[in-house]
């Protein structure tokens, strides 16, 4: 016999028949006479050539081998199924098919993971594309429309086509490993960081290149990559400005040194959400902005 075309309605009852054990039960549970789940239960075997379950006698249905093997496969088409009538139901509703995110490395890695987990449960046909950038590169990917919002830090350029609002802040505190001349120096003199080599985290965007952020030393390696800087300052090469939040656990075991610089306090690192002005947020874009002024 050849394989037919099964129907959604089709799988539905057989799933229902197969989570509830009960023929009686299905129809309950999808509000249907009972002679409609038998029949849609007999025409999906005939169609596809197979017994799905055994119900001789008075016995409650159960699965055959062959009903065993093809319910995780009924199971993923009605899912499936949901997910796409979800989708266009969302997207009548003005529901955004995608959000894309640019977040500053500087901004706590569990808070983005926290606020995307709780995300992903209220808008599961959404889906999310993540930049993870530093200083001047949020603001162009929004600039550019490569995203729909963006979390930056206070060194941005004051674009007219971007709307901003602060929804946070970050310390950063200027380290060095316990074995740097500044960490062994018991009182630091202004000027003492210009004389040794600082790590600085690079800007990889155009809108603001050339610009220095928080740059004392005479002498600087650039890197493009936070945990890049993190590990060289554990080896002691240099000392640099680090988010205090990164570097609690080795201020607190002792393999990095918060040094007190006359000339390079502790920053507070302020964190602006940006958007353009002329795409106004749409619901899943807002969730995302009004979780991060909750949760930053």
């Known amino acids: 016999m ?8 089709q799988l539905r009852i057989f799933l229902a028949v197969a989570d509830e054990g009960s023929f009686n039960k299905a129809a309950s549970k999808l509000g249907r006479a009972l002679s409609v789940v038998s029949y849609g239960v007999s025409s999906l075997e005939n169609q596809l050539g197979v017994r799905l379950f055994d119900r001789e006698g008075s016995r409650r249905p159960t699965l055959t081998a062959a009903g065993a093997a093809l319910l995780a496969d ?9 997910s796409l009538v979800a989708r266009a139901r969302g997207i009548r509703q003005g529901l955004e098919t995608q ?12 808070t983005v993971a ?31 429309g490569k995203a729909d919002l963006g ?41 003492d960081a210009r004389k040794h080599l600082q790590l600085v985290l690079t800007d990889r965007s155009p809108l603001t290149e050339g610009r220095e952020f928080s740059v004392v030393s005479a002498r600087t390696w ?5 945990g890049a800087k993190h590990a060289l300052l554990l080896e002691g090469i240099g000392w640099g400005n680090m988010p205090r939040h990164a570097i609690a656990d080795d201020l607190a075991a002792g393999r990095l040194v918060e040094l007190r610089l006359p000339n390079a306090p502790p920053l507070d690192y302020r964190l602006h959400a940006l958007w353009r002005k002329d ?18």
């Open 99 to 110: 959000v894309a995110l640019a977040v500053d490395v500087m901004l706590p890695s569990a």
């Open 222 to 226: 650039r890197l493009a990559d936070l």
């Open 114 to 144: 926290s606020i995307l987990r709780d995300f992903q449960s209220a808008f599961p046909t959404v889906d999310l594309r993540l930049h993870v950038e530093a200083l001047g590169a949020i603001a162009a990917l929004v600039w550019d």
């Open 74 to 82: 009924a199971r993923a088409v009605s899912d499936e199924t949901d």
């Open 279 to 296: 795409r106004t947020p749409g619901p899943a874009t807002t969730w995302i902005l009004n979780a991060l002024i909750e949760r930053c």
């Open 2 to 9: 050849d394989v037919g075309q099964p129907t959604i309605d």
């Open 151 to 191: 979390v930056a830090g206070p060194d941005i350029i004051d674009l007219p086509e971007l709307d901003r609002l602060v929804v946070g802040s970050v310390a950063l505190v200027p380290v060095a490993a316990p074995e740097h001349p500044l960490a062994k120096q018991r009182l630091l003199a202004p000027g």
